[in-house]
């Protein structure tokens, strides 16, 4: 009995049409997640052992095939264990609304901002003198659980001075992260979760731990290379390098724009009313960060 097309088509319903966007949005989303890590290549070879599995059973190679068979059955927990780290990161972007966000156009205006022109300022000269830094523009309030080191906290106003001195090759805090909360310095010599990602050979420490924080929180992260000077811009995982000052300019004006800020401040509570409404205990579930 072979395919009947005219049949197919008949039986399509209209909500048939949702479920399979619906699929391929996940998908997508899910690649978006793995497509720079270790799991992209663990996905291919996952792949690539079905193709074969598919392969000698329409040939008929009964022990190969009684093989595949059996490594298939403990192939569900051992994709559990390896992508613990990507459905983790899934999980967090679905409770912090990211898969909405994301989908929020980029609006180009002007950031009115003095404390953006400081930092721009300060970039530009950290880049100049080839002073390394990494700057973390905090979104919702980085857990410290995610920190190998909270740091100091200095809650100071942001002036480019103050982040030349702390970024200083001589001064003891040197080495680790500063963390920007409402433009203000919060907190200077952070230590921040390395990526799992495969990164470039050219880029080092720095820049792992920028990417990394941006992969688990919502934060965005400036990166100064030590050696080159050049400027990197780190968000939802991803690196863009490298940057002149100007660039650097554009993307804040993009992330940080009035219209911008009002459609997140906006559109967040509304989600977080929703999430109470639906998971609070009344409706005999747990609520979850």
Known sequence: MGFNFEQFVQNVRPIDFVDWASVVLLLYFVYQLIRKTRAVWLTRGALILGAIYVLSYLADLK????????????????????????????????GRGDF???????????????????????????????IGALIVLEGTPIQENLLTDGGVRLDAQLKHELLLSLFHPKTPLHDGAVVLRDWRIETAGVIL????QVTSRKLGTRH????????????????????????SFAEGGQIYR???????????????SPERERQTSTMMPNISLLTKRFLSPSSNSRTGE
């Open 100 to 130: 909405i966000t994301a989908l929020l156009p980029d609006r180009p205006s002007t950031v009115n901002n003095p404390s953006v022109e400081e930092l721009l300022v300060a970039v530009k000269e950290l880049s100049q003198q080839r």
């Open 193 to 196: 979760p390395m990526t799992d």
């Open 242 to 256: 490298p940057l002149t000052v100007e660039q650097l300019k554009d993307l804040l004006n993009q992330r940080y």
């Open 63 to 94: 022990l190969l095939t009684f093989i595949l068979d059996k490594v298939s059955v403990g192939l569900f927990v051992a994709i559990i264990i390896v992508f613990q780290p990507e459905l983790r990161k899934f999980l967090e972007k679905l």
């Open 208 to 231: 792992r731990a920028g990417i990394g924080v941006t992969e688990q929180t919502d934060s965005r992260c400036i990166i100064v290379s030590e050696e080159t000077g050049s400027i």
